[in-house]
Each structure stands twice: as C-alpha cells, then as structure tokens.
T-cell receptor
Framework: KAGVTQTPRYLIKTRGQQVTLSCSPI?????VSWYQQTPGQGLQFLFE???????NKGNFPGRFSGRQFSNSRSEMNVSTLELGDSALYLC?????????????FGQGTRLTVV | DQQVKQNSPSLSVQEGRISILNCDYT??????FLWYKKYPAEGPTFLIS?????DKNEDGRFTVFLNKSAKHLSLHIVPSQPGDSAVYFC???????????FGTGTRLKVLA
C-alpha cells in the first residue's frame, strides 16, 4: 500500500509569489491534515479536511488556504509569500472520521522563500 | 501557550539501556496521545498511541505510560538501539478537534 505522497519535495520561491503544494493520502483515507514545521515552533497545525470539508483550521493568516478533492487528494496554497513561510510542510492522512486514530505523514515539502 | 511540552530537548543513552522520553500536557480535554519518530528530511513516523481510558500500551520495545492525574506521559524504549536515534515528538488530541497538538520534540541519541 503506497504511503502519503507529497509533491514537490523541494521548492524555492521569491517573496510575494504564491505556491501550491500537493498531497495524495493513503488509499482509502479520507482525512487529510497539514502541518508546518519550523525549527523554533515544532509542528503547527494548519488545517484538516474530511470528505472535501474543512473541519478545523489552525492559527495561521488567511494567506494559507487549502482544499480537498473528491478523491481525497489535497492541496494547500500560500499566497504573498514571506521569508517566515520557509518551513517543512507536512501532510498527514488517517482512515477514521474522528481524531482518536493515528495519522500517517508524508515526507514533506521543503519550502524556501528568498 | 504550549499545551504539550517536552522539556528535554535532547537525551543520550547507551545502547541496550532504557530510553525514557517525557511529555507533559495542560489541556484536560485531550483524550488520545501519540508518539512519533522523525529522521532529518523525512516525515514523522507513527510509533505508538494511547487512549485516555488506559494507563499503559505496549508494542514490542516501545511502551507508553499515561498518568492522567499528573497530565504526563512517557515513552520507554527497551532495549535502545543505535537506529532509534532520532527526534521524538509526542502529540495530543481531543475528540472532535480533528487536529494534533505536538510537543517541540526530544532528540534521542543512542550510543553504540
């Protein structure tokens, strides 16, 4: 069974640009979450989707947005990039509709904003 | 407000000995807890979890203990192996929140 796939693995963007990251969950998983990892802040929750609906959103500015498609694949978009957006963006999928279950992470997309 | 805390940024243990990683939380609404292991440039790998209705869960060399009254959980690795060297994150969640709150991680180094 294939794991969570994130593309691209690495990305370099310029301040002010926008970026779209993609995540394909484990087959059969309908819940997809996104996290930002930075050296000082650890893993911070961005948002979670289940059956194309956003069920929760973290404390990030509106420049961060996401969506989920009918095949459970998800994308997140960051507009007007800032230097502080440089981070590892991680996607996780889980099989259950609730939260009391383990989530499986992809390898992440390393975004560098210059 | 750090709701999940891992107060030890790093830990060194001799191969074959026990590694004990600690995690404290403040939110009494958390009812499910997980441990993840992370190597550099990779995503976190799920290790073990525990529900708040239990106080212990074992899986091979890994055991997680939960002390609800102290709002404390710990991960025991016995025996520790050099391949266990990684950053370990604890995470917590509550029913209906659809998100994990992660600690800042503990870097474990197992010395051969």
């Amino acid at each position: 069974k294939a794991g969570v796939t994130q593309t691209p693995r690495y990305l370099i963007k310029t301040r002010g640009q926008q970026v779209t990251l993609s995540c394909s969950p484990i087959s059969g998983h309908r819940s997809v979450s996104w996290y930002q990892q930075t050296p000082g802040q650890g893993l911070q929750f961005l948002f979670e989707y289940f059956s194309e609906t956003q069920r929760n959103k973290g404390n990030f500015p509106g420049r961060f947005s996401g969506r989920q498609f009918s095949n459970s694949r998800s994308e997140m978009n960051v507009s007007t990039l800032e230097l502080g957006d440089s981070a590892l963006y991680l996607c996780a999928s889980s099989s259950q509709s609730g939260t009391n279950t383990e989530a499986f992470f992809g390898q992440g997309t390393r975004l560098t904003v210059v | 407000d750090q709701q999940v805390k891992q107060n030890s940024p790093s830990l060194s243990v001799q191969e074959g000995r026990i590694s004990i990683l600690n995690c404290d939380y403040t939110n009494s609404m958390f009812d499910y807890f997980l441990w993840y292991k992370k190597y550099p440039a990779e995503g976190p790998t799920f290790l073990i979890s525990i529900s708040s209705i239990k106080d212990k869960n074992e899986d091979g060399r890994f055991t997680v203990f939960l002390n609800k009254s102290a709002k404390h959980l710990s991960l025991h690795i016995v025996p520790s192996q050099p391949g266990d060297s990684a950053v370990y994150f604890c995470a917590a969640t509550g029913s209906g929140t659809y998100k994990y709150i992660f600690g800042t991680g503990t870097r474990l180094k197992v010395l051969a």
